[in-house]
């Protein structure tokens, strides 16, 4: 089994500190199950690629095993795929050669470990339990782009059937401690089998390397549950204290940092200025069918329902709590039908492609992705522009210059406690730029609130219109 991972970062010979392994020579180290072989098959200053080749005694993995029928038998032991297909195995040769990387450990180059760079990891053989939408659903919520090929495509059809093997490649900017955590814990996600006993302490190594990103997973069920070898008291302890580490109650701490940051705006209406800006090119796009993404307690919904140029408005946010509050404070219950008819709330994440928010002349994210970790940015960008594909897309966020004017918030702090970054004018406008080129927008961006000579306004609006 083969795992390569490549850099284009310069120096791209860094990545031999990361590793804590030489690209000038060739290393050997004995494992349990056999022998692993780490080399460079390119070291330049523009690409650097190390490979980790695993190879697999088959004799060993069945020495002292009993031969009874409920183990497939003794010619079902000798005769399988894990000597040749990346399994199990290869997170514990990732663990044991790669042991100081993963840990996010590095001497000599101390300022890298905490820098993203750009990574591509390509896993050959990889038993795909569930196809290519699997790997899809596992690696691009964590900002993954992800390539898969059949290695079998060249058969005729008059060959036996294919087997779950594929070719898999992922590219990100992520610092390599992270990207080997990911692989570490779905790699055997994916071929859905360990070849070792799962007791108390899988649960540990599961929490501790998916630490920062497996709570807030859409497929953290699958994941546990696939993990821990579908042990079902296992997998439902992980999820517990998953859910326990998020938050002891996420939703009452979710609505005090909204009331926060609500406190620390209204002396400037910007909530109020900022709806109304939206509210203004939603209707001047003449859109009529829109979506308000991450709607939370439906603020923006409820401005919507005023104009009737709007028919139609679905609602989407992550959390059940808040939908229940939009619901109560938008009177659903009682609103006359014909206006309830207007509206629709649906649970989901923006991070994970839904069929149901496509279609849409266009789409509201009112300060949300700054509530995103910068990992997901990638997923979130392709399931609003690649898949969502509204025509206008009405996009606002803080502008962190103008956070100085700000007299309660400390020199340096996110005006939310549960804000992941804000970006500066000029962090905004690129990334901006960038998605719309990608996808086929263009882009114009609008200052929101009072504008501040030097700073700019409190918050900085970008509208995407397609451009077909």
């Given amino acids: 089994m083969l795992l390569t991972i490549s850099t284009t970062y310069r120096p791209a010979t860094d990545l031999g500190y ?31 690629t190390a490979a980790l080749l695993l190879d697999v005694d088959p004799v060993v993995l069945v020495r002292g095993r009993s031969t009874k029928s409920s183990d497939g038998g003794l010619l079902t ?12 195995f290869l997170s514990v040769a990732i663990s044991r050669v790669f042991g100081s990387a993963l840990g996010g450990r590095s001497q000599e180059r101390p300022e890298l470990i905490g820098t993203p760079i750009p990574l591509t990891a390509r896993i050959s053989a990889l038993p795909c339990r569930g196809g ?6 596992l690696f691009e919520p964590l900002g993954y782009g992800v390539g898969v090929d059949d290695p079998e495509s060249e058969r005729s059809e008059d060959d036996w ?11 990100a900017e992520k610092t390599l401690s992270d990207l080997l955590a990911h692989l570490y814990v779905l790699i055997p996600v994916l071929d859905d089998d360990k070849h070792y ?29 696939r993990y821990l070898k579908h042990r079902r008291s296992l997998a439902r ?106 509206i629709q709330l649906l649970h989901g994440a923006l991070t994970y492609r839904d069929a149901r928010i496509a279609g849409y002349d266009a789409a509201a994210v009112v300060e949300v992705i700054e509530h995103m970790d910068l990992a ?30 700000f007299p309660n918030l400390a020199d340096g702090s996110f005006r939310h406690k ?35 000579p030097e700073l700019g306004a409190p918050t900085q609006m970008g509208v995407f219109r397609r451009c077909d």
């Fill in 161 to 171: 059937e294919r087997g779950p093997y594929r070719n898999v490649t992922i590219e």
């Fill in 376 to 405: 997901r940015l990638a997923a979130f960008e392709r399931v609003l522009f690649e898949c969502a594909r509204p025509g206008t897309v009405v996009l606002t966020t803080p502008n962190r210059e103008y956070n100085t004017t």
């Fill in 237 to 342: 302890e992980a999820l517990a204290r998953l859910s326990d580490e998020d938050d002891p109650d996420p939703e009452a701490a979710e609505q005090e940092r909204a009331d926060e940051e609500q406190d620390l705006e209204r002396p400037i209406r910007l909530n109020d200025v900022r709806l109304e800006a939206v509210v203004r090119v939603l209707h001047d796009s003449e859109a009529q069918r829109v979506l308000d993404l991450g709607c939370g307690e439906g603020r923006l919904l409820r401005e919507l329902l005023r104009d009737k140029q709007f028919r139609e408005i679905l609602g989407l946010d992550a959390s059940v709590r808040a939908l229940e509050i939009a619901s109560q404070r938008l009177k659903l219950d009682r609103m006359p039908t014909k206006q309830r008819e207007r």
């Fill in 132 to 137: 290519e939408a699997v790997v899809r659903r």
């Fill in 77 to 88: 032991q000798y005769v399988n795929d894990r000597p040749y297909v990346a399994s199990s």
């Fill in 418 to 452: 549960d804000h992941r970054f804000e970006w500066t004018r000029s962090e905004f406008e690129e990334w901006a730029g960038r998605v719309a080129s990608r996808h086929g927008y263009r882009v114009e961006f609008s200052p929101v609130g009072e504008v501040d």
């Fill in 197 to 225: 006993w799962v007791g108390n302490d899988e649960v540990e190594k599961l929490l501790r390397r998916g630490a920062g990103w497996l709570s807030g997973h859409p497929e953290k069920e699958l994941i546990a549950t």
């Fill in 18 to 48: 990361l590793l804590h392994k030489n690209p000038a020579r060739m290393q050997d180290f004995d494992l349990p199950f056999g022998r692993a072989h780490v080399f460079y098959p390119e070291a330049s200053e523009e690409h650097c």
